[in-house]
């Protein structure tokens, strides 16, 4: 009888033995211990809870609430040294302690939000803790199986994944501008754009994917700390109404003191606002008018209505959208725009063969088309367009997690330029409507229900 015992790999013993009739038996022995496959999805299932429990969500929900109260509480500050100046009889004094008092009803509901989601936030920190711990302790009994060190490998990879991709982002900075893109800019050039600052779901979380919201950047007195909203509550298409709130943290509690200021009882119909590019600029909304290729100012003081026909050819009723590859976004025919001028309307013309128009909103009764411009960007290539200091900047969809600014266009002098290279970094895969506010340097941008916003950096 011949026995050869031969080793592989140490991990197992082979025997083979020659019988008289020449038959071949091996004996497999397993040196190693088998691996624990129900351990690891135990810990696979524990890792996905601590995902779900820690969003940046919660973390911007939470930071917008200090937000909304930082800004609050100054204002109340004012108001009471305004009473405690007041003494000229009983009815400004009555009227001032009202204002106070509906405040202060605001701030403590603010608080109370601000509390709920501390004490939820700090019960999440604990019990994920705790969670980590066992993660991290079953995870290094678990690298014990790893006796061909394949996870050391792939930790390795991934930390000179990342130093890869560090270096690389850091060899692409926001491109310097070799000329002034506006000569009349007091702000400087604008860089690159951070944050988000705010992000809240405000009074209808989740319930209308398309809309708008923002700031007068030149608001009547007594509003200039004023926000405004417009949803599409027909069809993601159509609107007849903007809500208008008192400060940024009653828009996040979703506290509107005047309500729903309407522009006709129903929806659709005539003066209907149509798609999700509207803004308000000196007390009057400005937005795509119902199944018409023009643009209609609706007066909230009045309640009135005027309209500004846009040249032949204009396309409008879902023919001209933003888009990316994956999507376009119904009824973006008409862009409007605020900055420090102004009001801006963004088209396109089937002379123009689809490429973005740009032409100056000039103020009067009715309003009036001032100078167009003409630019060489395809607007279905595009998903938001924007203005600063009379500097038109186009964005386009890389993903679901970031928006590029990547064009601009210079009304001042004619040039183009098509790498900008300004990373927005998204809260949510679309951004249906964005618009810059040149009261706070802000960019707010409405994403798939939620509301977001930027700020604007200058150089």
């Not at 603010?110 to 711990?133: C, M, V």
């Not at 926000?227 to 400060?247: A, G, I, Q």
């Not at 025919?333 to 088209?347: C, P």
Request: overall charge negative; aromatic content about 10%.
């Amino acid at each position: 009888m011949l026995c050869v015992i031969v080793p592989l790999c140490a991990l197992f013993t082979i025997t083979q033995q020659v019988t008289p009739r020449d038959r071949c038996v091996c004996e497999l022995a397993n040196s190693e211990q088998p691996f624990p496959h129900d351990k690891l999805s135990i810990v696979e299932d524990n890792a996905s809870k601590c995902n779900n429990k820690i969003t940046s969500q919660k973390t911007l929900e939470l930071e917008s609430l200090m937000l909304g109260l930082e800004r609050r509480l100054p204002q109340l500050q004012e108001d009471v040294s305004m009473l405690e100046k007041e003494d000229d009889g009983e009815l400004y004094g009555v009227l001032s302690l009202h204002v106070i008092e509906n405040e202060m009803k605001d701030i403590q509901v603010l608080i109370d939000r601000l509390n709920s989601t501390t004490l939820g936030h700090q019960r999440i920190t604990t019990e994920t803790a705790e969670l980590l711990e066992d993660l991290k302790a079953e995870m290094e009994e678990l690298e014990k199986f790893d006796t061909m060190h394949v996870v050391k490998r792939q930790q390795a990879n991934l930390r000179l994944t990342r130093d890869l991709d560090t270096c690389r982002n850091g060899l692409h900075p926001t491109i310097q501008p070799t000329e002034p893109q506006h000569g009349n800019c007091p702000h400087g050039l604008f860089g690159n754009v951070t944050g988000p600052r705010v992000y809240t779901a405000g009074e209808y979380p989740g319930s209308y994917k398309y809309g708008a919201w923002g700031r007068d950047p030149k608001p009547e007195a007594g509003m200039e700390s004023w926000y405004w909203l417009v949803m599409l509550t027909s069809s993601n298409k159509y609107s007849h109404y903007v809500r208008l709130y008192s400060s940024l943290s009653s828009l996040i509690v979703g506290v509107s003191v005047p309500g729903n200021i309407q522009i006709h009882s129903s929806n659709p119909t005539t003066n209907t606002i149509q798609g999700p590019n509207v803004v308000l600029y000196a007390g009057a909304l400005y937005y795509n008018c119902y199944n018409l290729d023009a643009v209609c100012r609706f007066n909230l003081t009045t309640k009135t209505v005027t309209t500004l026909q846009l040249p032949k050819g204009t396309r409008y009723n879902s023919k001209g959208n933003f888009c990316h590859l994956e999507e376009c976004y119904l009824f973006t025919d008409l862009d409007l725009a605020t900055d420090e001028s102004g009001v801006w309307v963004i088209y396109t013309t089937t002379q123009d063969f689809g490429n973005l128009v740009l032409s100056k909103v000039e103020d009067g009764e009715p309003p009036t088309l001032g100078q167009t411009w003409r630019t060489s960007v395809y607007k279905q290539g595009v998903t938001n367009t924007f203005m600063i200091c009379g500097v038109l900047y186009a964005t386009r969809y890389v993903s679901s997690e970031v928006e590029e600014i990547f064009y601009s266009f210079d009304t001042a002098t004619g040039k183009e330029k098509f790498n900008l290279g300004i990373f927005i970094k998204k809260m949510s895969s679309n951004i249906e409507s964005l618009n810059y506010s040149p009261v706070d340097h802000m960019l707010h941008a409405y994403c798939d229900s939620y509301m977001v916003s930027y700020k604007v950096l200058f150089e």
